[in-house]
């Protein structure tokens, strides 16, 4: 019943910016954090910024000073400012939420479907 919806990917020439909001949807009692991670070809997914509800963040070391993450919590909605964007930022980016979806229940790793991020000139 919960579902993670990305938009803004997109074609950006090497030192442009990209802004990516993922917004979640459906039976959702907490948000333990948000973030956003990303897999390029023949990589791993890593993780590339986080946000917890109490509003602590961390980045990969590759993206510090480039990217920002925020959140407008009411809205269950996460934001990743992309500046200063180079060719290995290009891949296809993933919203991710822990989350519970009743008091009782574990927290669950949902994930979105993602959207594709390509720095090219």
């Known amino acids: 019943q919960v579902q993670l919806v990305e938009s803004g990917g997109g074609l950006v020439q090497p030192g442009g910016s990209l802004r990516l909001s993922c917004a979640a949807s459906g039976s959702i009692f907490s948000v333990g954090a948000m973030g956003w991670y990303r897999q390029a070809p023949g990589k791993q997914r890593e993780l590339v910024a986080r946000?917890?509800?109490?509003?602590?963040?961390n980045y990969a070391d590759s993206v510090k000073d480039r990217f920002t993450i925020s959140r407008d919590a009411p809205k269950n909605t996460v934001f990743l400012q992309m500046t200063s964007l180079k060719s290995e930022d290009t891949a296809v980016y993933y919203c991710n939420m822990a989350a519970r979806q009743r008091a009782w229940y574990r927290e669950s790793e949902y994930w979105g479907q993602g959207t594709q991020v390509t720095v090219s000139s």
């Open positions: 946000i917890t509800s109490g509003g602590s963040t």
